[in-house]
């Protein structure tokens, strides 16, 4: 079975920086793409950040674009997203999800099959 493990959440200033990690159990990491997705109170899941298998190919949500960079070290099986400038909008529980990759690097949550159970980031005004 795979399993991901999301850590690095915490509270933060705005303006402040945070990196997330997550870590996949149970089947090599380098066979699937990784997104980031985060879900504040009250609103629906949303795209943040997708990598495909080898690293080469990424994707972003406007509103987090030239703030946040997503990565990955396929040696130790973890993805990171590291985020800058961080907003009190950027306020939410994020998740790391993966899916078994071909061709091009997806932003919908549905066609993700594992899931984490994500990390609290919590920016302060």
């Known amino acids: 079975q795979v399993q991901l493990a999301e850590s690095g959440g915490g509270l933060v200033q705005a303006g402040g920086s945070l990196r997330l990690s997550c870590v996949v159990f149970?089947?090599?990491?380098?066979?699937?793409?990784v997104g980031w997705f985060r879900q504040a109170p009250g609103k629906e899941r949303e795209f943040v950040a997708a990598i495909g298998r080898n690293g080469d190919s990424t994707i972003y949500v406007d509103s987090v674009k030239g703030r946040f960079t997503i990565s990955r070290d396929n040696a130790k099986n973890t993805a990171y997203l590291q985020m800058a400038s961080l907003k009190p909008d950027d306020t939410a529980l994020y998740y790391c999800a993966a899916r078994p990759g071909v061709y091009a690097v997806l932003r919908d949550p549905r066609e993700y099959n594992y899931w984490g159970q994500g990390t609290q980031v919590t920016v302060s005004s």
């Open positions: 149970g089947r090599t990491f380098s066979f699937f793409h």
